[in-house]
């Protein structure tokens, strides 16, 4: 190379050098006040996982696509993947860029120690939520426990000896005495097994869903143009141009709907439109569903997704059940979780019922759009507070704000909890056609793949869920080998 490609060189170098320092000092000053703003009125010292949350917040503020493509060039950037370390990363590059540009380097080049001390974070608030991980994968397994796990220890115990490694009991189902049995049971298997098997307890929160239904036949479906009355309280009631009716399981669901405000059923593979308003009673006509239909039945969920309800995240039920579950916890679910404020709520509840000894685990269920925008201030919130995770609950969240969406808010919510070293759980239909009916389909399995960046996956019940367990213990590890988080770590291939 001659003088000449040295001195272009050079100078690309050193441009891109300046817009580096331009880019560090504007997310450096734009993060200051969020820092502030996150640490509230406590005057506590500042997190450096917040700190980092904050930096990466400004820094993701900026379209830096072009910049990367030119510092690829170079051999430089990490810049996809930095979620972890924003300052370190941007330090590195700065460095780099300077001995390019044979100019003086601005500030020292971080220790390896340094640059991957999110990732040390990470693992550490990990292993303080769901325990310590098995040694063949870094990405724990949850299993949702059925009604019949209460009713002995070997179901429980044949999951953690396949590879369950954190036990969630839905306290929308069972009672006080099956939930005691069966933490009591995952408390033995642990034992038996030698291995960290915690308990999350999930609290319900208002979920709609339908109550009583009255159908023309048992064989209805309900068809693009039908019409279904929501009846706020009492039998649902028909009439010979609305053949179909479901009571609600929250009646003010029905109060505080408009004309226009969409409806989605069954984790939004039915939705409709609100037609007509009558006192206590609602018409809505169905615009999309499945080819084949969907059938109208109990107990199955309901997404409102342009109607404010102003609920509370925690209902008289919730009060009750956290007696039972600051007794037998690890972690609580908490669901609807929208707000920092909804935090203190909770901590309020669980004062008065006398957990002040002990610290459980939280794990934020983020399901709603309210949510994904308070992410950030949440996180900061729950942080100060002790272990804390987030759920990525894919099937009401996919509801709320569209199908289309899910995969791209997905992946922000695992940036956001990695910038802020807080574990991610990755839930809803995780190999949901293994887990009933035996065999996977090919997109589910490359789903459970995907899901190897989360500190989590969690598996719904089924007749088929210890064979899931084993299959994605496997399949965890293998891709253990492969990625971390957002990172090949290029192991090498044998395949050709």
């Known amino acids: 190379m001659n003088s000449q490609d040295f001195r272009r060189e050079a100078l690309q170098a050193s441009a891109l050098l300046d817009e580096l320092l331009a880019l560090r000092v504007a997310v450096v000053e734009a993060a200051t006040p969020l820092i502030a703003g996150f640490a509230g009125s406590e005057g506590m010292p500042a997190d450096p996982a917040i700190a980092n949350l904050a ?267 956290l007696v039972t579950v600051i007794e037998c916890a690890d972690m609580i679910g908490y669901s609807f979780v929208s707000r920092p404020e909804d935090i203190d709520l909770l901590d309020s509840m669980l004062e008065r019922h006398g957990m002040a000894d002990r610290t459980l685990g939280l794990i934020a269920k983020i399901e709603q759009p309210e949510a994904v925008r308070n992410l950030p201030a949440l996180i900061a919130k729950a942080r100060r507070r002790g272990p804390f995770g987030v759920m990525i609950a894919r099937g009401d969240l996919a509801a709320e704000i569209g199908f289309e969406r899910l995969a791209e808010m997905q992946e922000e919510i695992l940036w956001i909890s990695e910038a802020a070293s807080v574990p991610a759980v990755w839930a809803t239909q995780v190999l949901e056609d293994l887990v009933r009916e035996g065999i996977p389909t090919r997109g589910e399995m490359t789903d459970a793949a995907m899901a190897a960046r989360a500190e989590c996956v969690m598996l719904n019940k089924g007749p088929a869920v210890g064979q899931a367990v084993e299959l994605l213990d496997r399949l965890l590890a293998r891709m253990d080998e492969h990625m971390f988080k957002k990172t090949p770590t290029l192991r090498a291939l044998k395949s050709w």
């Not at 990990?126 to 098995?134: D, Q």
């Not at 029905?254 to 939004?268: A, E, M, N, Q």
């Open 55 to 321: 930096h990466y917040l400004c820094l993701r503020h900026h379209d830096l696509r072009p910049l990367q493509r030119r510092l690829m060039c170079l051999g430089l950037s990490s810049l996809g993947r930095l979620e972890s370390r924003v300052l370190p990363t941007l330090d590195a590059v700065i460095v780099a860029l300077a001995a390019l540009a044979g100019r003086e380097k601005p500030m020292a080049m971080p220790s390896e120690a340094e640059f991957f001390d999110g990732e040390v974070r990470l693992e550490e608030a990990s292993s303080a939520l769901f325990g310590k991980p098995p040694a063949n994968r870094r990405t724990r397994i949850m299993v949702t426990l059925p009604s019949e796990a209460a009713d002995g220890p070997d179901f429980i115990l044949d999951l953690a000896r396949r590879g369950m490694d954190v036990a969630r009991i839905n306290c929308a189902h069972d009672g006080p005495d099956a939930w005691r049995a069966m933490a009591g049971f995952a408390r033995a298997a642990a034992k038996e097994t030698g291995r960290d098997i915690t308990v999350l307890m999930d609290i319900a929160g208002p979920k709609i869903r339908t109550a009583a239904v009255a159908l023309p036949d048992k064989k209805a479906r309900l068809q693009a143009g039908d019409r279904i009355r929501l009846v706020a309280s009492g039998v649902p009631r028909t009439c010979a141009d609305v053949v179909y009716s479901a009571g609600v399981s929250l009646p003010e669901m029905v109060t505080r709907l408009s004309v226009g405000d969409r409806v989605r059923y069954d984790d939004g593979k039915l939705e409709a439109v609100v037609e007509s308003l009558e006192d206590g009673e609602a018409v809505v006509r169905v615009e999309k569903t499945k080819a084949r239909g969907s059938k109208l039945k109990p107990e199955k969920g309901i997404n409102l997704p342009d109607t404010a309800l102003g609920l509370s995240p925690l209902t008289a039920k919730d009060e009750t059940d």
